[in-house]
């Protein structure tokens, strides 16, 4: 049996854990620079707020219903998420993080206390309430779509209380005969509109399809899942979620920039991020490339860009600074108001078909990025950095309505006073 734990409107359910204020209250969180509504809670959902629609468009209807309007703290989301998977992971002998609020569990010669998969639900949804403070949905299934299939039910259908169980013929009919194609997980919105034309539009009339007409008219994942559906078990955490071929870091900045160190300072941010994910999945790149842009809108509008290439492929941090320093005054442009930039690794090989420069050995450090990585993932990010990466603050983000970063700085953690 397989299980997925899902915490409901999780950024959103993250600003009310240390702020009982507002947990009977509206909430939305916003994107970066306060752009778009990124999560909605449910009692903010009732209003018909539109997900991921423009801020400045529903403002004056936020302000009407007294909607509270959060930007996004990830430093608080991120020690959250840790806390609750951690929570979770001590119900089942097998645990995958799929996402930030996303967790699968196995039980695979794991025995629960409580026999009945929809009581130990309910367990699960208490403890993680009882010391994380955050709503979750459970969902069991006999695969890992399935359980995503019943998790769907458990947060989206009506007639469900936070849990559901797929553990018979009856209940996978009654569930996927209420679910579009587009909810079902590794199909979305795309595909659903090529099933629709061939006039399959729930979940249940795509698992009445044979996998092998699938895997013809579409892919080999579609018949995957085809199979998932019908209670096959064939996907693998792997098929999941396979290694990325390209990785980008970039973002807008919160006022425009033209002074070069605020620019400079920014693409070495991106670059230690890109640097980060490179090397947390054991990729290396071969070609770097370094854009920098102003705003579309602008008189004079300016995209420059630059694609470097590395001799030896790399995931070196300080390697990767230096080919943004080499070509940065191509990039910078005086009297440009920047509004974006970011930096992309391209051409990713496996760390594991490392082949070294014979001519060139001083160029990766990879015990000085494994003693990086270490303390960063021990003490938080952003811990050890480059010198590079601090020298202007200029370039970072809006957050107007950020809330306290109540776990990761030390004059936001939580003040109890008593009284006699």
């Not at 449910?42 to 529903?58: C, D, E, M, S, T």
């Not at 998420?81 to 794991?110: P, V, W």
């Not at 096959?232 to 999941?240: F, H, K, Q, R």
């Not at 005086?334 to 060139?360: I, M, W």
């Amino acid at each position: 049996m397989y299980a997925l734990v899902d915490a409901v409107s999780f950024y959103a359910s993250a600003e009310k854990v240390f702020d009982p204020s507002i947990r009977s209250k509206p909430v939305v969180v916003l994107t970066n620079n306060d752009g778009c509504v990124c999560a909605v809670c449910p009692i903010a959902r009732q209003l018909n707020i539109p997900k991921f629609g423009p801020y400045f468009k529903v403002k004056h209807l936020l302000e009407q219903n007294n909607v509270v309007v959060r930007s996004s703290n990830y430093e608080l989301y991120a020690d959250l998420s840790a806390k609750m998977m951690n929570i979770i992971g001590r119900f089942c002998d097998t645990q995958y993080i799929y996402s930030i609020d996303e967790s699968f569990l196995h039980f695979n010669g794991y025995t629960p206390v409580i026999k009945n998969w929809h009581e130990y639900g309910h367990v699960i949804r208490r403890n993680v309430w009882r010391e994380a403070k955050l709503p979750v949905g459970v969902g069991f299934g006999p695969t890992p779509t399935l359980a995503k299939a019943a998790n769907h039910a458990a947060k989206k259908l009506s007639g469900f209380d936070g849990v559901a169980v797929i553990d018979n013929e009856q209940s996978r009919q009654a569930i996927l005969q209420r679910m579009s194609c587009e909810d079902v997980w590794g199909i979305g919105k795309r595909l659903a509109k090529k099933l629709k034309i061939m006039n399959i539009n729930t979940a249940w009339e795509l698992a009445q399809q044979s996998p092998k007409t699938m895997r013809r008219a579409f892919s080999v994942v579609v018949e995957r899942t085809v199979s998932e559906l019908n209670g096959v078990a064939c996907l693998t955490w792997d098929d999941v979620r396979q290694d990325k071929r390209e990785i980008y870091s970039t973002r807008s900045f919160g006022e425009r920039i033209y002074e070069p160190s605020a620019l400079k300072t920014a693409l070495m941010n991106h670059v230690t991020t890109v640097a980060s994910k490179l090397r947390a999945q054991r990729s290396l790149t071969k070609q770097l490339y370094i854009f920098a842009a102003s705003g579309k809108h602008e008189d004079r509008y300016c995209k420059k860009s630059f694609m470097y290439k590395f001799a030896t492929p790399t995931n070196d941090t300080c390697v990767m600074a230096n080919a943004v320093s080499e070509v940065f005054n191509t990039i910078y442009q005086p009297g440009v108001r920047f509004y974006k930039c970011g930096v992309g690794a391209l051409e990713l090989t496996s760390v594991q078909y490392q082949q070294s420069d014979l001519f060139n050995q001083s160029a990766n450090n990879p015990k000085l990025m494994q003693c990086l990585d270490t303390i960063n993932n021990r003490y938080g990010k952003g811990m050890l950095s480059l010198a590079s990466s601090k020298l202007n603050n200029r370039w970072h983000m809006n957050r107007d309505y950020l809330s306290p970063q109540y776990t990761t700085r030390w004059h936001d953690i939580p003040k109890i006073y008593c009284y006699e």
